[in-house]
């Protein structure tokens, strides 16, 4: 079975730019999660969707990030105008479903690396 | 939230078992305890998760207490491929987000 899809995986862009990453979960999987890993922290969540829909983005810095699941599947999380404190790693996770009471497990991508400078 | 507490670091022997506590005193009833590690520059992975009863898979084994309030990770016969952070976390709303701490940087050495 095919894990979490990220890209890209790596990158660097100046301060003021745009980016853009992008996630592919697994197949059948209705919950789409985002998460922000600064170095030396563990995960924190930015945004949960539930199918196309989003059920939890109270840490989502909404003036600079937004995200999109339009289809359902795949996942965009974009970042303009990126500032320096935006360095981390962007996780994207996926679960069958979002009961947290029913185990389902979630799976986790990767990772895409952005350095800001 | 229930949150939990984890040791900050610990090391272990090779070939050992590694015993991971962590103690979770707020847990709601209807609460999964879980287990995730995270290798240097990848994501975190899954480990097990549990709700009352002790539980054991091909990686590890979950001990809850009675009480749920603590449980502990085990880790059978350490490899260096275990040196990883271990995160211990209650799952807690109904919409079923993780909730990360700083987690226990394990360090398995030779």
């Known amino acids: 079975e095919a894990g979490v899809a990220q890209s890209p995986r790596y990158k660097i862009i100046e301060k003021r730019q745009s980016v853009a990453f992008w996630c592919n979960p697994i197949?059948?999987?209705?919950?789409l999660y985002w998460y922000q890993q600064i170095l030396g922290q563990g995960p924190k969540l930015l945004i949960q969707f539930q199918n196309n829909g989003v059920v939890d983005d109270s840490q989502l810095p909404k003036d600079r990030f937004s995200a999109e699941r339009l289809k359902g599947v795949d996942s965009t999380l974009k970042i303009q105008p990126a500032k320096l404190e935006d360095s981390a790693v962007y996780l994207c996770?996926?679960?069958?479903?979002?009961?947290?009471?029913?185990?389902?497990?979630?799976?986790f991508g990767e990772g895409s690396w952005l350095t800001v400078v | 939230d229930a949150k939990t507490t984890q040791p900050t670091s610990m090391d272990c022997a090779e070939g050992r078992a590694a015993n991971l506590p962590c103690n979770h005193s707020?847990?709601?009833?209807?609460?999964?305890v879980y287990w995730y590690r995270q290798i240097h520059s990848q994501g975190p992975q899954y480990i097990i998760h549990?709700?009352?009863n002790n539980e054991t898979n091909e990686m590890a084994s979950l001990i809850i207490t009675e009480d749920r309030k603590s449980s502990t990770l085990i880790l059978p016969h350490a490899t260096l491929r275990d040196t990883a952070v271990y995160y211990c976390i209650v799952r807690t709303d109904s919409w079923g987000k993780l909730q990360f701490g700083a987690g226990t940087q394990v360090v398995v050495t030779p």
């Open positions: 996770a996926s679960s069958y479903g979002a009961g947290g009471y029913s185990g389902n497990t979630i799976y």
């Open positions: 197949s059948g999987h209705a919950t």
């Open positions: 707020t847990i709601s009833g209807n609460e999964y």
């Open positions: 549990g709700l009352k």
